[in-house]
């Protein structure tokens, strides 16, 4: 439900005159989100503009003149023409010098930039000035209610164990019949998933030796591979409780199926531990000293790690993302990297920690979850921290 009084408030905390939503059939999925559209299907161009302070103003096509209808604010102006269009745009903002839009500079983060640069021109014409809405959509889109905390905690019960009904299964196949495969792997996980009512939008990623040094390897009957003694293999998995409004957990580890672990594995994974926990202490620090931190101020501290060690070039993405309905959510990503991530850490969010060294013949990766509850303690979720690679004997 749309909470006027929170928007405004929040407008006002971000020091602009207003806010205006924009959409044209499900672009910007993030506006539809904010407004309760998201599962409406419109044909039309439609804007909502909030200001900071009095009655929000609605602009729709003839066509579909109850589209805002649900929303607070009784003024609405419906247009036909495209000039009437624009010079509703314009009444919407009479008054306002800087507003917020889904908007990036020079899409610096396209996780936000959702309106289209002609709407921009548009909007700016009328001698408005126009910055980023990231953390305005950030609060109303990526923060959890407790009912959310909740599910993610139960969601990361699940997860968790799905590594140690993984490893069984290889062990138990190993015996038997002196290997196993990523498929088989991968279908045990998903059952247990199923037993335990969790869904997940993509089965997970099992790659065994150079599979794992694909960073988003696609485990599937075409590249199937066996696993056996002696092998290496990477484990991605994620689920959410199989219910609505439902977060995601998502977590990564690796094992070797042998005794000992061979030391040209153990060297790298101490090394990608190692960004992984500076990351970690990174956002605790800023928390318990009530310091603002971005995402990318994280995914330095993290990438700092594997670059001193003279790895950098095999860390190739980010170092997280955030984690919401869908398991890439909409909030503050960790990442100074592939985009300008300066959205805020806020509380109530959560997202990935997920340093990797990608190699040739292996590649390593350890995946955890942070989440900010809603006094500023720090959470880290996914079971006790790898501290070493796991090991199945058989």
Known sequence: MFDLAAVQSAIRDAKLDGWLLYDFRGLNVLAQRVVGLAEKKLSRRWFYYVPATGEPKKLVHAIEPAALDSLPGSSKTAYRRWQELEAGVGALLSGAKTIAMEYSPRNGNPYISRVDAGTIELVRSFGVEVVSSGDLIQLFEATWDDEQEKMHFAAEKVTSEAYGVAYRFIADEIRVKGKTTEVAVQARIMKHFADNGCTTYSPPIVGVGPHSGDPHFDTSPAT??????????????????????????????????????????????????????????????????????VGATVDNACRDVIEAAGYGKYFPHRTGHNIGQEVHGNGAHIDGLETKEDRKIMRRTCFSIEPGIYLPEFGVRSEINVYIDAKGTVHVTGGALQTSIDTIRV
């Open 224 to 293: 199937d591979s066996p696993i056996a003694p002696g092998d290496f293999v990477l484990i991605d998995l994620w689920a959410k409780l199989d219910k609505p409004r439902a977060v995601y957990s998502d977590l990564t580890r690796t094992v070797f199926i042998g005794e000992t672990v061979p030391e040209k594995y153990s060297k790298i994974f101490a090394i990608v531990a190692a960004a992984r926990d500076a990351a970690i202490k990174r956002v605790k620090d800023a928390f318990a000293a009530g310091e603002t931190i």
